[in-house]
């Protein structure tokens, strides 16, 4: 199973106000988060409702999807996924399925893959 993502008394959070030159309205929250022996950062926003994880690998979103699905998600609401690669190649989100960790990976993996053929 998974690393629960606890907060770390190292990390941080920040919060930034929307900017005029930025579309898409809403403040944002960046965030430092352990996951694991190592810890993950990333930036959530409430309009449009999101999360995304920076600098990740396969293995690291998968848990982190595992953590969102347990601890933060309501159960039964979808999560989607895409990657900066798939919204450059106008790639529509995909839908994460309930799903071992493996699977997760691997799911992440053939994305990565399905990008890198079409360029």
Same mark, same amino acid.
């Given at each position: 199973?998974?690393?629960?993502?606890?907060?770390?008394?190292?990390?941080?959070?920040?919060?930034?106000?929307?900017? =005029?030159? *930025? $579309?898409? /309205?809403?403040?944002?929250? &960046?965030?430092?988060?352990?996951?694991? %022996?190592? #810890?993950?950062?990333?930036?959530?926003?409430?309009?449009?409702?999101?999360?995304?994880?920076?600098?990740?690998?396969?293995?690291?979103?998968?848990?982190?999807?595992?953590?969102?699905?347990? =601890?933060? *998600? $309501?159960? /039964?609401?979808?999560?989607? &996924?895409?990657?900066?690669?798939?919204? %450059?190649? #106008?790639?529509?989100?995909?839908?994460?399925?309930?799903?071992?960790?493996?699977?997760?990976?691997?799911?992440?993996?053939?994305?990565?893959?399905?990008?890198?053929?079409?360029?």
């Amino acid at each position: 199973m998974a690393s629960p993502v606890e907060l770390d008394p190292d990390s941080f959070t920040r919060t930034e106000y929307p900017r =005029a030159d *930025v $579309p898409g /309205g809403g403040p944002f929250m &960046f965030f430092e988060a352990a996951l694991g %022996e190592e #810890d993950i950062e990333g930036m959530a926003k409430l309009d449009p409702e999101g999360v995304a994880v920076q600098s990740c690998t396969a293995h690291r979103a998968a848990e982190f999807v595992q953590w969102l699905r347990a =601890a933060v *998600v $309501p159960q /039964g609401t979808a999560i989607s &996924f895409n990657t900066e690669w798939g919204m %450059e190649s #106008d790639l529509p989100d995909a839908v994460v399925p309930t799903a071992s960790e493996a699977d997760l990976v691997q799911l992440f993996l053939n994305n990565i893959a399905q990008i890198d053929g079409l360029n």
